[in-house]
């Protein structure tokens, strides 16, 4: 699959700066594996601050005829770009499967999922009204228009390297905003393609500059630089915190989406086939490693038993193996790091009491892949219960009411998604209403659509992607008022 996707054409091994292909000034390079079997799959330029500086300029130099551009004429690039991931989403998802390690299927269904960003924001560049204010004064008129923010800087993960790009650049770009894109390390040619994706729906150059290196050199350089007006990332609340305190000098705008430690609520009422299915799917796609992935299962009383005894056994059923074997339902963890991590969790939570019902251990298939676990009986002291595990781990704990249950959901620093499992209409409401979250699922384990807004609170971050709300973040709000009338 290497040689296949290496020969598809859309597979570079450069940055993108001003529209040019380029290494990095040291001429130094970085080695990028597959983690399924650990072979180099390529290289990319090691680019630090000077290259940095570079595209921000090329970006802050196109500002000024991509802002002025109509609305139809960037809608219409869009809508190319759109076609050509449509076009062409079989050689894209073998490029996410080979450097991210997700099954193929899952690899469609994120490149689709991008295409529809790209498509809702090309509609959504042509909704960007203004509003007139009835005056107080006779002799005047207040209007509000809604203004491209300025050159964007974007630092995105591994864990969907091509849609967190997709719902940034496609926002950027519908706004009139011009971008500098940092993909991560481990997965950078998901990252990469679009500056190909940009050049081929003839998007002008230096609007969307890609660049892959160090990244305190390129973050702190997108962070100090005044050129930039906005940095969005997503990724960990460390390094969520650590830009934001380093964009304070320079008053950016900010959007965070940060980590999680989403709650799973079962009441007794729930439909049991439906909420073990959401189960499935809310923890163990992508290996666990989903900013809205359930860190924490709470299940009520009259049903813990029923749904742990069904829920371990369909996990237990799980295909786990290469992302590109058909039928593999899930694939290995991005690294050594991650797997480690899970196995923490899971020996801290036996130590202080937990249960194994499902796996537990790394796969016999070694390199980075971890069985799909469930442990029951956890409990409030576990490390699973304070942090986000981010692998293929399901930890259950008990409850009995409705108002414990809030509290232990809410009981953390994080806010991003929430799940709840209940046929009672009124509770519904209710306990949707007392979740401190930024999305409730209910009686649904996948919630994320290009339709609705994406975005957490607290230590989640803040801002949101997709959706008519989702173009705010890229845009001021400029207030005039016209005298003389
Ligand atoms: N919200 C989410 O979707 C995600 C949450 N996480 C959480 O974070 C944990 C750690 O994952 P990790 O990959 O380390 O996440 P990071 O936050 O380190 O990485 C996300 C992005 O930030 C970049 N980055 C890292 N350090 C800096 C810096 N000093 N300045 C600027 N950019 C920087 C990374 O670049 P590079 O790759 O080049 O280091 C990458 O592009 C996970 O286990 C998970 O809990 C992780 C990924 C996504
Ligand atoms: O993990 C993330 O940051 C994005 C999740 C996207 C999805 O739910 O498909």
Request: with cysteine.
């Amino acid at each position: 699959m290497k040689e296949a996707v290496r020969n598809s054409g859309w597979m570079r091994e450069a940055s993108l700066i001003g529209g040019a292909w380029v290494g990095a000034d040291s001429g130094k390079a970085h080695e990028v594996a597959n983690p399924a079997t650990g072979e180099v799959i390529g290289t990319i330029p090691v680019c630090g601050k000077a290259e940095t500086r570079r595209a921000i300029e090329a970006a802050h130099a196109a500002f000024a005829d991509w802002s002025g551009r109509t609305a139809a004429e960037r809608a219409a690039m869009l809508h190319e770009m759109a076609r050509l991931i449509r076009e062409n989403i079989e050689a894209l998802a073998q490029m996410l499967t080979l450097e991210q390690g997700k099954p193929l299927h899952e690899a469609r269904g994120e490149v689709s999922i991008s295409a529809s960003y790209i498509q809702w924001f090309a509609e959504e560049a042509r909704r960007i009204n203004g509003d007139i204010i009835p005056s107080p004064w006779k002799d005047r008129r207040l209007l509000v228009t809604r203004e491209p923010v300025g050159v964007v800087g974007a630092i995105t993960p591994w864990n969907f390297p091509f849609s967190m790009i997709a719902r940034k650049l496609g926002a950027a770009l519908a706004a009139g905003c011009t971008i500098v894109v940092k993909p991560a390390e481990l997965t950078p040619y998901c990252g990469l393609v679009w500056g190909l994706l940009a050049e081929k729906a003839g998007v002008p150059a230096g609007v969307v500059n890609i660049l892959t290196g160090s990244s305190s050199e390129i973050g702190g350089e997108l962070t100090a630089n005044p050129l930039v007006r906005k940095i969005t990332f997503t990724g960990s609340t460390r390094v969520g915190k650590l830009l934001y305190e380093q964009s304070a000098s320079t008053m950016k705008r900010m959007s965070m989406e940060l980590g999680g430690n989403a709650p799973f609520i079962v009441f007794d009422d729930a439909d049991l086939d439906r909420a073990v299915e959401g189960a499935v799917a809310a923890k163990y796609r992508n290996s666990g490693q989903t900013c809205v992935c359930t860190n924490r299962f709470y299940i009520q009383d009259g049903i813990y038993d029923a749904f742990a005894e069904k829920f371990a056994e369909r996990v237990k059923a799980l295909k786990v193996g290469s992302g590109f074997e058909p039928g593999v339902e899930q694939g290995p963890l991005i690294n050594e790091a991650a797997v480690e991590k899970v196995e923490e969790h899971v020996s801290d939570a036996l130590g202080k009491g937990a249960r194994a019902l499902a796996g537990g251990k790394r796969h016999a298939l070694g390199q980075s892949f971890f069985e799909p676990t469930v442990l029951a009986d956890a409990t409030a002291d576990m490390s699973v219960a304070r942090e986000e595990t981010f692998g293929p781990l399901a930890v259950l704990f008990r409850f009995h009411d409705e108002k414990e249950v809030i509290a232990a959901a809410n009981d953390t620093e994080f806010g991003l998604a929430a799940y709840l499992y209940t046929r009672d209409l009124a509770r519904t409401f209710r306990v949707s209403a007392a979740l401190e979250y930024g999305m409730v699922g209910i009686n649904e384990g996948i919630i994320t659509t290009e339709v609705a807004p994406f975005g957490g609170i607290k230590e989640s971050g803040m801002g949101h992607e997709g959706s008519v709300y989702g173009l705010n973040d890229y845009l001021n709000l400029k207030y005039l008022s016209v005298g003389g009338l």
